[in-house]
């Protein structure tokens, strides 16, 4: 079956049968095509009424700016507490974190472990060795710098236990060394 129309076009050759299968296939891709613009409208309305409850555009205008300046507050407190927190580590490196004391009996023949031997040292090994030396006489104590775990004076047997200890704190110390330096203490 020829058709005028087809023909007038340029395609009278063609059959009316494959020109029907193509609309229809074409008015198929179509109504899809506005069955999802549909689904998409639909859920966009939803998400609109959502949004817009109880707001006019005015009041969502003024919640807006409300949520930017909140926002700015938020990243202004934000790097407020990054500076304090860099101060407080700075602060808190040279803190004294690390201790060691040893007790000991400077005299053997007075008895009693009435010496004592103090090590304070920060996050570097650097601080302080106070040693107390108590005697009939009375209680002298010195001092010396602690360097990096290191002292330029020579230490005595106690104040390098008490070093060890202060700068051994980082690791983990077995329940044998515990033990070990409770009854050192004591």
Do not use: P, W
């Amino acid at each position: 079956m020829n058709s005028a129309f087809l023909t007038k076009m340029g395609l009278g050759n063609v059959d009316i049968g494959y020109f029907f299968l193509i609309t229809f296939i074409l008015l198929i891709v179509i109504i899809i095509g506005f069955a999802y613009v549909l689904y998409e409208n639909i859920r966009f309305r939803k998400a609109y009424k959502k949004f817009m409850k109880g707001s006019t555009a005015e009041s969502l205008e003024e919640k807006i700016f409300q949520m930017c300046e909140e926002q700015d507050s938020i990243r202004k407190l934000g790097l407020k507490h990054s500076r304090e927190i860099k101060d407080l580590y700075a602060k808190h490196q040279l803190a004294f974190q690390k201790v060691g004391l040893v007790k000991y009996d400077a005299f053997k023949e007075m008895g009693g472990k009435l010496s004592f031997c103090l090590v304070l040292l920060d996050e570097n090994d650097t601080g302080i060795l106070i040693n107390s030396i108590h005697s009939s006489s009375g209680c002298f104590c010195y001092s010396k710098r602690i360097k990096n775990g290191k002292c330029d004076i020579v230490l005595g047997e106690e104040e390098q236990l008490a070093v060890d200890k202060a700068t051994r704190r980082k690791m983990k110390i077995s329940k044998s060394d515990d033990k070990a330096s409770a009854g050192e203490e004591e």
